[in-house]
T-cell receptor, first 116, second 116 residues
């Protein structure tokens, strides 16, 4: 079956613009994660959904970051008033449920956001 | 909170030779899983190998094996018979298997080059 998909793959935004990044998880996966990966760094956790419920948003760096998953499948990460420090690759990952398959998460290809 | 440290920013290995990537972690929890993920230049993160903390036996997946030293909180990855396709960023990661959001905590990564 299809893996995790993300769109757009690349996004260039001018400072101050709002952006929306989309994630389509693997069908049937209950858990969905967003990570931010700065250049040359490992991914860092942003937020976690179980179905449509956002159970952990402790990694969101500011109130300019907002994520939703209204129907428990597709998720959108929105960044308002983008700043240069928001430039990074945003990775989405999904898993069937907590603990399933040894906690393995399946990653999408990421969206590279560049803020100019 | 758990931390993961990879002390080797870059490594290189001759094709067909063996290389070991290092990882140490720190957590006060007793139930957790450890992972090695591979991220080729295309950016899609792929699971290489997984180790359950409660298992004493080191995990093995074909040419990939780990040396898990729980007391030392060390989790190294050995790649045998290295191939050109093994060239990538390798990330060590940890997830707690108790209550929580099951987020992955990553190290900063090791860039592996394979020399023909």
């Amino acid at each position: 079956g299809a893996g995790v998909s993300q769109s757009p793959r690349y996004k260039v935004a001018k400072r101050g613009q709002d952006v929306a990044l989309r994630c389509d998880p693997i069908s049937g996966h209950v858990s969905l994660f967003w990570y931010q990966q700065a250049l040359g760094q490992g991914p860092e956790f942003l937020t976690y959904f179980q179905n449509e419920a956002q159970l952990d948003k402790s990694g969101l760096p500011s109130d300019r970051f907002f994520a939703e998953r209204p129907e428990g499948s597709v998720s959108t990460l929105k960044i308002q008033r983008t700043q240069q420090e928001d430039s990074a690759v945003y990775l989405c990952a999904s898993s069937f449920y907590q603990g399933a398959n040894g906690y393995e998460q399946y990653f999408g290809p990421g969206t590279r956001l560049t803020v100019t | 909170a758990q931390t993961v440290t990879q002390s080797q920013p870059e490594m290189s290995v001759q094709e067909a030779e063996t290389v070991t990537l290092s990882c140490t972690y720190d957590t006060s929890e007793s139930d957790y899983y450890l992972f090695w993920y591979k991220q080729p230049p295309s950016r899609q993160m792929i699971l290489v190998i997984r180790q359950e903390a409660y298992k004493q036996q080191n995990a093995t997946e074909n040419r990939f094996s780990v040396n898990f030293q729980k007391a030392a909180k060390s989790f190294s990855l050995k790649i045998s018979d290295s191939q050109l396709g093994d060239a990538a960023m390798y990330f060590c990661a940890c997830v707690l298997s108790g209550a929580g959001s099951y987020q992955l905590t990553f190290g900063k990564g090791t860039k592996l080059s394979v020399i023909p």
